[in-house]
């Protein structure tokens, strides 16, 4: 039903930026945008999420450096990496789920981010 693919991730070194595209197809109407990352050897975390209206939660690991956005007309969220760190090196998912839903039912194929010290 919804697909999304992600962008945006490169090389970068501490203290640079990245931003991430995330491209949906399909109805993604009333759902809840998200990322997630995952390191090598750790599970995958959460990183922020987005309403449909707006409202925007972050993890405290990124608060402050982190900022998610949405354009709904296009149907693509971002998510602006500022001040980055070696420990946000990870791939990076974006995600998508019914806002009445706990659960996030869609995923994308991931996109690396590799911070360099």
């Known amino acids: 039903q919804v697909q999304l693919v992600e962008s945006g991730g490169g090389l970068v070194q501490a203290g640079g930026s990245l931003r991430l595209s995330c491209a949906a197809s399909?109805?993604?109407?009333?759902?809840?945008m998200g990322w997630f990352r995952q390191a090598p050897g750790k599970e995958r975390e959460f990183v922020a999420s987005?309403?449909?209206?707006?409202?925007?939660t972050y993890a405290d690991s990124v608060k402050g450096r982190f900022t998610i956005s949405r354009d709904n007309a296009k149907n693509t969220v971002y998510l602006q990496m500022n001040s980055l760190k070696p420990d946000d090196t990870a791939e990076y998912y974006c995600?998508?789920?019914?806002?009445?839903?706990?659960?996030?039912?869609?995923w994308g194929q991931g996109t690396q981010v590799t911070v360099s010290s």
């Open positions: 399909g109805r993604t109407f009333s759902l809840v």
């Open positions: 987005a309403s449909w209206s707006g409202s925007s």
């Open positions: 995600a998508a789920k019914h806002s009445f839903r706990s659960d996030y039912d869609y």
